[in-house]
């Protein structure tokens, strides 16, 4: 069945990196639409960034130019590096998988990450 599991959240100082992993299920097809979601306390979960084909992408204008979007179909992976970190990052964090477009039906439990000085 489909499993989807974050890993590499964690604390970090503002202006710091963390990489974000997802590991997919083999039921995840090649070409399913991948995409990390993230939710602060108190408010909506909201879209960070998307992934077709390893090559369209679309990011958030939040994050845009910060972070980094990528897939290894081989390893049916998603990884998201995110840089130059700031406290309003500060959300868990969640890989979501659909056949067809993002907001999938198929989610991951969550990585909480943390941006504090």
Do not use: H
């Amino acid at each position: 069945q489909v499993q989807l599991v974050e890993s590499g959240g964690g604390l970090v100082q503002p202006g710091g990196s963390l990489r974000l992993s997802c590991a997919a299920s083999g039921d995840i097809l090649k070409n399913f639409v991948m995409s990390w979601y993230r939710q602060a306390p108190g408010k909506q979960r909201e879209l960070v960034a998307v992934i077709t084909s390893g090559v369209s992408t679309y990011y958030a204008d939040s994050v845009k130019g910060r972070f980094t979007i990528s897939r290894d179909n081989a390893k049916n992976s998603v990884y998201l590096q995110m840089n130059s970190l700031k406290s309003e990052d500060t959300a868990v964090y969640y890989c979501n998988a659909g056949r067809t477009s993002n907001n999938g039906p198929y989610w991951g439990q969550g990585t909480q990450v943390t941006v504090s000085s």
